[in-house]
């Protein structure tokens, strides 16, 4: 998880370059260069990449308008500026298949929880409990931390500490793109993704769509 984690460390403002654009935000001649577009990046973008399927302000297009004119592709731009250019796949599976060796979990439930299925004290017990979907059931069943497979094998604390761990880098790793998500109804999922492929590149997708019970092949 070390290599996904690296997308956790906030990016450093360089206060190069200045402001390419014009009031109408298009890019003033002689002014289309990767200094300026770092300027763009840093103090118009709020530090947030943006990709050529998802772009939708002027300033994002202008954005991406420098540089395709540089010499240089977007994701080699981003990889020069010690950016992490997309949340897809490779960065989520590490997190996946960590939370389901600790809970023993199945592919299907594991992938539909959302963001607020830990909770650190549940109501009636006061101990830490995720609620999962379970297969065949209308419903969410709650599974406490402490329980392991329903065969009564006690986890440690720390592993109850390692799965709030997950959830809280997951969430810090999504919240740049979360609202940008093209299903409200999986806003809160708790794996959501940016597509790498030619055809969808940068659209914000959950690792399990709609159909609950059909889950996308990891790294697919």
């Known amino acids: 998880?070390?290599?996904?984690?690296?997308?956790?460390?906030?990016y450093k403002k360089t206060g190069l370059g200045s402001n390419p654009l014009d009031e109408k935000g298009s890019v003033i001649r002689g002014l289309s260069t990767l200094e300026n577009a770092r300027w763009l990046f840093?103090?118009?973008?709020?530090?947030?990449?943006?990709?050529?399927?998802?772009a939708k302000s002027p300033i994002e297009k202008s954005f991406l308008r420098i540089i395709n004119d540089s010499d240089k592709g977007l994701i080699e731009v981003y990889n020069d500026w010690g950016i992490t250019p997309m949340i897809n796949m490779d960065t989520l599976t590490p997190y996946v298949l960590r939370l389901a060796q600790i809970t023993g979990l199945?592919?299907?439930?594991?992938?539909?929880?959302d963001i607020n299925d830990y909770v650190d004290s549940h109501p009636a017990t006061s101990r830490p409990c995720l609620r999962y979907w379970k297969e065949r059931s209308d419903g969410h069943k709650e599974y406490h931390l402490d329980l392991f497979n329903a065969e009564l094998t006690w986890l440690t604390s720390s592993q109850a500490k390692s799965i709030k761990i997950i959830f809280e880098e997951l969430v810090q790793l999504t919240s740049s793109f979360r609202q940008d998500i093209e299903d409200d109804a999986f806003k809160d999922r708790l794996f959501i993704y940016q597509s790498n492929s030619t055809k969808k590149h940068g659209r914000v997708s959950p690792l399990l769509g709609k159909q609950r019970k059909k889950c996308k092949s990891i790294g697919s």
């Open 42 to 54: 840093e103090n118009r973008l709020m530090c947030k990449p943006v990709h050529y399927n998802t």
């Open 1 to 10: 998880m070390s290599e996904s984690r690296k997308a956790l460390k906030p």
């Open 106 to 113: 199945n592919a299907n439930p594991l992938l539909s929880l």
